[in-house]
């Protein structure tokens, strides 16, 4: 097995970390991936309720959640975020921008929350349609 790691970091508006792997595996068809990952940084707002901690991805107005205390609402916040980007890419909708100014000033507590996106795609080489034998 052949394996190219390479990582290319850049500044882009759109993917502010990006990570490319070419994994190459020798067989009797060639077989390349092409793995990228990115991370997006979004800002995460946290304020206590009536003893809950009431959480919202502030540059994600989508991702909402609770929770009995912080940590339970970051892991709950963490969760919304996924679903709601998943859903989002799933509708062929744009991710919202990150903007690392945003603030509500009705929040208890302002912190990063990081979304790991990764794609992939194979190329293949070799005989196709049906081998009688």
């Known amino acids: 097995m052949n394996i190219?790691?390479?990582?290319?970091?850049?500044?882009?508006?759109?993917?502010?970390?990006?990570?490319?792997?070419?994994?190459?595996?020798?067989?009797?068809?060639?077989?390349?991936?092409?793995?990228v990952f990115t991370m997006i940084q979004y800002q995460a707002g946290y304020k206590s309720v009536e003893g809950e901690v009431h959480a919202q991805v502030l540059d994600?107005?989508?991702?909402?959640?609770?929770?009995?205390?912080?940590?339970?609402?970051?892991?709950?916040?963490?969760?919304?975020?996924?679903?709601?980007?998943?859903?989002?890419?799933?509708?062929?909708?744009?991710l919202p921008r990150p903007n690392p100014s945003v603030a509500d000033p009705e929040m208890d507590l302002q912190e990063p929350i990081y979304l790991y996106l990764s794609a992939s795609s194979v190329r293949s080489a070799g005989p196709t349609g049906v081998v009688v034998s």
């Open 4 to 35: 190219r790691d390479s990582c290319n970091n850049f500044d882009n508006d759109d993917l502010p970390n990006r990570h490319v792997h070419d994994i190459s595996i020798p067989r009797r068809q060639i077989v390349s991936f092409k793995v």
């Open 60 to 94: 994600f107005q989508e991702a909402i959640s609770c929770g009995s205390n912080l940590e339970d609402a970051r892991r709950n916040l963490e969760s919304a975020l996924l679903d709601v980007a998943e859903t989002r890419m799933e509708r062929g909708e744009a």
